[in-house]
């Protein structure tokens, strides 16, 4: 028996308004109505962010946990996944955070005449930030997170397993099968389980990430109109397993295919605003 059904796959999201130096300054000057463009807000985004996590998690009574290097993240929340898993409701079930290297902005002041108003130009480093893994029992997906960088330009990547939203459709349809941990040893209908692994297409990705985009917590806020109208995700392919089709059939990031070597994107949702920024951020 050969079923194709993609298995685990990430995507990593991103505000397109805030990729390049310009778009930052516009930020800061439009949006934020600073006279000068000065990251000194990013510290006070991220702080308020940090602190609007613990009261989510304080008043949603999700348990907190600190990655400690080296662990494996999916064995320290796997636990807590299953007894989501028996409740058979949809929930964040645990937030995780780590200080990870990420690709963020740095300001350097400029120089210029002291007796003007100070000036920043900004360039992307690689820095140890604080990141978010809120971990989610869905009842279409099963398992899954959404990783939030908490720096600007906030970053954020999506985990799902195809193989997770394939199983309980099966089941509803009354297809009896043997399942592994990844995949299916044995079904009693291969045509009818291939259907349903056909079926799962961008469509439903992209329902799992609006769906959990306005249940979790952002650095970013709509309280101020006009930034970030649109979010992009591009997916980052993982190793083949048991039973998994094409990607590129089934990613919600693909718009269109593109020439070899050009990544597929697509605009999602809107990404709500606000993160912190030091040569060395939490």
Known sequence: MVIRCWTSSAWTGYVPKLQVGGQIVTFLHDHRGMPIASSAVFEQIGTRFRRAVARFADSNDITVIKFKKGIRKAAVMEPLLRRAARAGRSRVVAIGWAQEFQLVWEARKRDTDPAKPPQFS?????????????????????????????????????????????????????????????????????????????????????????????????????????????????????????????????????????????????????????????????
């Open 122 to 282: 900004f360039a992307k480093a690689e820095r140890r930030v604080t990141c978010y893994y809120f971990y989610v029992w869905d009842e279409s997906w099963g398992p899954g997170f959404i990783k939030v960088c908490a720096y600007f330009p906030y970053p954020v990547k999506v985990w799902l397993n195809g193989h997770e939203h394939s199983r309980p459709a099966a089941a509803r349809a009354g297809i009896g099968f043997t399942d592994l941990s990844s995949g299916f040893a044995r079904c009693d209908d291969p045509g009818g389980l291939q259907l349903i692994c056909d079926r799962l297409g961008p469509g439903d990705i992209q329902a799992f990430f609006d769906r959990w985009m306005s249940r979790i917590l952002l650095p970013l806020t709509h309280a101020r109109p006009g930034l970030a109208s649109e979010r992009r995700y591009r997916e980052r392919p993982r190793p083949h397993r048991t039973s998994r089709r094409n990607p590129a059939s089934a990613t919600a990031c693909t718009a269109r295919r593109q020439p070899p070597g050009r990544r597929s994107t697509r605009a999602c949702r809107r990404m709500p605003t606000e993160s912190a920024h030091r040569r060395n951020p939490r």
